[in-house]
Every structure is written in C-alpha cells, then in structure tokens.
C-alpha cells in the first residue's frame, strides 16, 4: 500500500511522517508508535482540501465520527500500551 508521505525524517531513536493519516497509518506496523499527536479538522471547522477523504468536507457530524471511529481504531492499533496520544478538540461540534 502507497502512503504518500509527503515528507518523513527517520533515525535509530524515532521517525516523523509528514502525509495523510489515513494512508499511511494503514503502513505502519502495531504497536509501533510511542507518541501522537494531532489536530483533526472537526466536522464544518476548517476546509483543508477538496478531497472526499479529508475529514473538513463531511456532510454531517454522523458521516465525521463514522470516519474518525475508523481513525481511532488505527491509532489504537500502531500504538503501544502505555504510550500516548494527545489530540486537539478545541471548538469542536459548536
């Protein structure tokens, strides 16, 4: 599977991806993934793009949570047990 990783950095010690979660989230192996961090583009928040994959171009709060349930179970499964995952919610679903 391609994931189209725009940029990346990766050592010995830890990698930064720079590229679309929901693709390259799929690549990684489990439990591989000490820290997360992240700002989604809640449901009629910020328009980042036009693609239908982008979360900013749900049509409603339903169709946003059923993409994010998905996203939530990748990040669950790449990420190791006692490790963390920080996620911005400001403003979101006002």
Do not use: H, W
């Not at 599977?1 to 590229?19: H, R």
């Not at 583009?41 to 900013?56: C, H, R, T, V």
């Amino acid at each position: 599977m391609k994931n189209n990783v725009k940029d990346q950095l990766v050592t010995d010690e830890y990698a930064i991806y720079n590229g679309d979660c929901m693709s390259v989230m799929p690549t990684l192996e489990d439990e591989s993934i000490d820290l997360s961090v992240y700002s989604p583009p809640f449901a009629g928040l910020y328009n980042y793009s036009s693609s239908e994959n982008d979360f900013s171009n749900c049509e409603s709060k339903e169709q946003f949570l059923e993409q994010y349930e998905y996203l939530i179970k990748e990040v669950a499964r790449v990420t190791k047990k006692r490790a963390y995952y920080c996620c911005t919610l400001y403003g979101c679903f006002r």
